[in-house]
């Protein structure tokens, strides 16, 4: 498989082009040198995950090191805890003791906790730096390492600070996926389905025929779905970078429950994939009782993802947490507007829309609760 590269188109800002390549195949992180030579870098300070530091970032140095650059490592400990103030902090401090100027360039080596703190790190130290995104994971690779977002999390929910920070250039190595976890890489699974139902009834098609391979993470399926999620997310990106038009929202797809279930659980009990595939199915699940899909697409994209050794239980994580809190975090949501509901829903495979105005009665309702009085 050769390696391919998808064009993320943005809009140039004063007068200089922000497009970047996101560059998928095996061996890919042998480039990275290179590529920051060829963009006349001379320092880079590596921000890894602790996890990876011996291995893919080793190798992503040496190829800094083979071209030629001053580079420099910060570890962050593996895990969304990460993902908080303090720790951007502590980078902050570390780049500032290493007088980090400029010109300096950030390379973020890790999955999407790595890649959000060091993107929100490099937006805002010294009014930005620029960043590369090496991502890791799975999750990371199709999704969270392309276009922009970056952010840390507060105790009152995901994500709540952060900004758009676009990177430089993605570079995504299968290879890199080979140590990954089994469970970490079956969640990620999640987002790779989450575009089937979203934009692309025969990519859904496809990961169904190919279930066995895309699970076992086969080389080429690998290489399929990253390229197609990615193509999808540059897509989406270049026609709404800063979600305005309501475009980019429906990569949120189940991603309001996934965040209320993650939040009210502590950010520990769940991987972020596993997280948003039962907020696909909670999804799902309410667009079927509003009446703009039938059981029987609900029951095929929830069994595509049992399929993939994704959790779909639903009942049972929302028996153990709180729907108030659930429906508060929710409302909390970056998505809501003066508090009100907003869900993306689909209305046909490969079809989603962002839907306002939705009752809390109607979301308690598909988590299956008792005791809750709806509240509007
Ligand atoms: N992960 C959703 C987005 O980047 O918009």
């Not at 900004?163 to 299968?174: A, L, N, T, Y």
């Not at 970490?184 to 389905?193: I, M, Q, R, T």
């Not at 540059?234 to 429906?250: C, F, K, M, P």
Request: with cysteine; net charge negative.
């Amino acid at each position: 498989m050769t390696p391919q590269t998808v064009r993320v188109e943005l809009a140039a800002a004063g007068g200089c082009d922000r497009s970047y390549d996101i560059r998928v195949g095996q061996g890919i992180l042998a480039e990275i040198g290179p590529q920051l030579a060829a963009h006349k870098v001379t320092r880079a300070v590596v921000i890894a995950d602790a996890a990876v530091v011996a291995q893919h970032a080793r190798i992503a140095l040496e190829s800094l090191h083979a071209a030629g650059l001053d580079t420099l490592v910060l570890e962050v400990a593996s895990g969304e805890g990460s993902k908080a103030a303090g720790e951007a902090a502590r980078l902050w401090g570390d780049l500032a003791e290493a007088a980090v100027d400029r010109k300096t360039h950030i390379v973020a080596v890790g999955g999407g906790v790595v890649g959000d703190l060091a993107g929100f790190v490099a937006a805002t130290y010294v009014r930005g730096l620029a960043v590369w995104q090496v991502p890791t994971t799975l999750v990371a690779q199709v999704d969270s390492a392309i276009g922009g977002k970056t952010g840390i999390n507060l105790p009152a929910g995901k994500n709540l600070v952060g900004c758009f920070w676009q990177p430089r250039g993605v570079f995504s190595d299968i290879n890199s996926l080979a140590t990954l976890p089994k469970r970490e890489y079956l969640s990620g699974l999640a987002e790779v389905v989450k575009y089937g139902v979203i934009r692309d009834e025969s990519f859904f098609a496809w990961l169904e025929e190919h279930r066995q391979a895309v699970a076992a993470a086969d080389p080429a399926a690998l290489h399929h779905i990253i390229l197609t999620s990615s193509r999808h997310k540059a897509e989406v990106v270049s026609q709404d970078e800063h979600e305005t038009s309501g475009l980019r929202a429906i990569l949120n797809y189940g991603h309001t429950f996934a965040h209320a279930f993650e939040s009210a659980s502590g950010y520990g009990r769940f991987l972020h994939g596993e997280a948003v595939s039962l907020g696909m199915v909670a999804a799902a699940r309410l667009a079927c009782r509003l009446g703009r899909i039938d059981s029987e697409l609900v029951d095929r994209q929830n069994r595509l993802l049992a399929e993939l050794g994704l959790p779909t239980d639903v009942d049972s994580v929302a028996r153990e947490l709180a729907t108030d809190e659930l429906l508060a975090i929710m409302r909390r949501d970056k998505k809501a507007v003066s508090g009100q509901l907003r869900f993306v829903l689909p209305t046909r495979l490969g079809h989603v829309e962002l839907v306002d105005g939705i009752s809390a009665a109607d979301v308690a309702a598909v988590l299956e609760t008792t005791g809750l009085e709806a509240t509007g």
